[in-house]
């Protein structure tokens, strides 16, 4: 019972974080515009999303390190990683933004998108494993 009231209220958190970090984005980062064929269009890069994503992989590092190092309980691992980084974290968005960038003819921005966010992703969990080790 104790695990499920850590992931909701954990999942809470982290859906707010995300909703903050899409909101600072949203309102701080600067987009460009080019001329197509379909008129005047947008073009963006997932910021907010590859940072939610990293975060989150370090947040699941961190619990997986501190559960086995530091002996933290699975109700507290599983309100940190299925709670708090799976209510921040977003495949979706990361999966939607990387076809956004393929329909605006930007391909290699979008094996970019793929490649960083796996290569800082992986990076971040094994530094939240190592740092709590």
Known sequence: MIGAVLVGVFGVMGALLRFAVDSW??????????RTGRGKQKLHWPWAT???NVAGCFIIGLSHGA???LELGPDWQA???AGLAGGLTTFSSWTTATVRLIAE????????????NLVL?????AAGIALTA
């Open 25 to 34: 984005f949203a309102h701080h980062s600067s987009t460009r515009s080019i």
């Open 50 to 52: 590859l940072l939610v």
């Open 67 to 69: 559960a086995a190092g």
């Open 79 to 81: 309100g940190l990683s």
């Open 105 to 116: 003819s930007r391909v290699g921005a979008a094996a970019l998108n793929i490649a960083v």
């Open 121 to 125: 992703g992986f990076a971040a969990a």
